[in-house]
Each structure stands twice: as structure tokens, then as C-alpha cells.
């Protein structure tokens, strides 16, 4: 059955660097999205991806995100200068096109812990 | 803007019992769909149950089925012959029929199964 893969699973950073996730979403889909959940915290959407372009941010993804789809393939969200409170789950997810059932199908996470 | 509410942080239920998880919501869309999913401890976020709006019928798989009034806006997970596997987070959530909308979460409901 097809999945999302996110890499890595737990990632452990020091404040202030630069930090990479990565998502490959299921092939023929064409909406991506990342989420947040702080731990012990409800999921949040940071963003939404279609066309190579942002469809819809939230107020977290600040200047410090942004998310590039380089290949064709990868969907990755960066985090340029990290904070303590960055520290947190990432979820990745894809929708495939038009309106569909509207399931989003989500990948395992990254933790991300910022030192 | 759409929110959605889950008022039960916890509940626990014994094996072979039943339990109702609650979800209110609120959309200026007509046109939408509700969700649950299950978060287990290994934390990869799995669909449970898909609702239409424009459906009536409630939705059911298998042990899982929903109560879905739309009038008011109640959307609640029941759960019958609850068995230890089901112990996990479960998050109430909603999209827009859009192409690319985004999910909106609850904060969950944590479930313990019981012996």
C-alpha cells in the first residue's frame, strides 16, 4: 500500500542551526502539507504546498520556514535558525487531486528536539 | 474559519465495552468532511472513520461508527467492543471539499482500555 516516508525520525539540533525535514509523499498525489504537534499538543497545520507554490500558511510558518518540492519526488520543510519551542513532532501529508474523499495521508513524523 | 472541539481530554473504557468519544465543529462551509484518527504511541496518525457532509447515513467500519448531526454540528466516535489495541489519541478533524484545504484538528481525546 502506498505511504508517506518522512526522514528522519529524530533529529536532535542545537539552537540557532539549520535544519531539513524530509517527505516523500505518495506518487501520484499532488497536494502536500506539513503539521506540528508539540508534544502533548493538538496537531496544527503549518502549511499546504500545490503547484509548487504555497496554497495556505498559518501564523507559525514564519520567515524562519519554508518548503521547497526540488525533484519531483522529496517535499521538505527547513528551519532555518532553530528555537527551543521548534522542538516538537512534524508531520508530513498528502491529498491526491480534485475533491476526492478529502483523506489526508500522513507519514510517521519527525521529532525534532532543539538543545 | 473552521474549529473543532473535543471536550473529553480522557476516557477510559474496558475491554469488550463501548465508548463514545465527542466532537463538536464549527464551518461556515456546506460542503465538508469530517474525520477521526487514531494516534497510537507510535504516533503515525491513522484514519478511523470518514463522514460526508452531504450523507445522512452515519458512517461504520467494522467496531467503529459515527453519530453525525449535522444540524448540530456533533460529529462522536463510537466505539463497541473496545479492545486493548485501541488504546491511542484520537483526533476529531475537518476539510473543506476544496482542493487544496487544509485539515483542522481537535486536541484529542486520549483513550485507556482497561482490563
Known amino acids: 500500500e502506498p505511504e508517506v516516508t518522512q526522514t528522519p525520525s529524530h533529529q536532535v539540533t542545537q539552537m540557532g542551526q539549520e535544519v531539513i525535514l524530509r517527505c516523500v509523499p505518495i506518487s501520484n498525489h499532488l497536494y502536500f502539507y506539513w503539521y506540528r504537534q508539540i508534544l502533548g499538543q493538538k496537531v496544527e497545520f503549518l502549511v499546504s504546498f500545490y503547484n509548487n507554490e504555497i496554497s495556505e500558511k498559518s501564523e507559525i510558518f514564519d520567515d524562519q520556514f519554508s518548503v521547497e518540492r526540488p525533484d519531483g519526488s522529496n517535499f521538505t520543510l527547513k528551519i532555518r535558525s532553530t528555537k527551543l519551542e521548534d522542538s516538537a513532532m512534524y508531520f508530513c501529508?498528502?491529498?491526491?487531486?480534485?475533491?476526492?474523499?478529502?483523506?489526508?495521508?500522513f507519514g510517521e513524523g519527525s521529532r525534532l528536539t532543539v538543545l | 474559519a473552521q474549529t473543532v472541539t473535543q471536550s473529553q481530554p480522557e476516557m477510559s473504557v474496558q475491554e469488550a465495552e463501548t465508548v463514545t468519544l465527542s466532537c463538536t465543529y464549527d464551518t461556515s462551509e456546506s460542503d465538508y468532511y469530517l474525520f477521526w484518527y487514531k494516534q497510537p504511541p507510535s504516533r503515525q496518525m491513522i484514519l478511523v472513520i470518514r463522514q460526508e457532509a452531504y450523507k445522512q447515513q452515519n458512517a461504520t467500519e467494522n467496531r467503529f461508527s459515527v453519530n453525525f448531526q449535522k444540524a448540530a454540528k456533533s460529529f462522536s466516535l463510537k466505539i463497541s467492543d473496545s479492545q486493548l489495541g485501541d488504546a491511542a489519541m484520537y483526533f476529531c478533524a475537518i476539510i473543506n471539499t476544496g482542493t487544496a484545504s487544509k485539515l483542522t484538528f481537535g486536541t484529542g481525546t486520549r483513550l485507556q482500555v482497561t482490563l
Open positions: 501529508a498528502s491529498k491526491s487531486s480534485g475533491r476526492g474523499t478529502g483523506e489526508l495521508f
